[in-house]
Nanobody, 123 residues
Framework: VQLQASGGGLVQAGGSLRLSCSASGGVSIKNGVGWFRQAPGMEREFVGAIRWSGSAYHRDSVRGRFTISRDNSKSTMYLQMNTLKPEDTAVYYC??????????????????WGQGTLVTVSS
């Protein structure tokens, strides 16, 4: 396993969760890293990413509620999710880029993927 995601679960609307994603097997998180999510019957969508430079980006619908971060010393990336809404329900995937891709919101820019962790937000 090269990227291991954890931290998903069931939470009530308005609650918080923190997802973690640990890298191993030589996978570096010092280049681009990102979080994506996929709801049932929907396309995988961009949630947030951090460039190699440290600049962070989030999709509009989660900006101000979600925060992506990483700890290079621990080879771990995080997604802090606050004020969760039922529409945030999805399987969340972490991803790492082997290079310094420009299109960080595009899933095809990433070379390594975690197995996904389910987040369910009840109303």
């Amino acid at each position: 396993v090269q990227l291991q995601a954890s931290g998903g679960g069931l939470v009530q609307a308005g609650g918080s969760l923190r997802l973690s994603c640990s890298a191993s097997g030589g996978v570096s998180i010092k280049n681009g890293v990102g979080w994506f999510r996929q709801a049932p019957g929907m396309e995988r969508e961009f949630v947030g990413a951090i460039r190699w430079s440290g600049s962070a980006y989030h999709r509009d619908s989660v900006r101000g509620r979600f925060t992506i971060s990483r700890d290079n010393s621990k080879s771990t990336m995080y997604l802090q999710m606050n004020t969760l809404k039922p529409e945030d329900t999805a399987v969340y995937y972490c991803a790492a880029d082997r290079d310094r891709s420009v299109a960080i919101s595009n899933p095809s820019s990433y070379d390594y993927w975690g197995q996904g962790t389910l987040v369910t937000v009840s109303s």
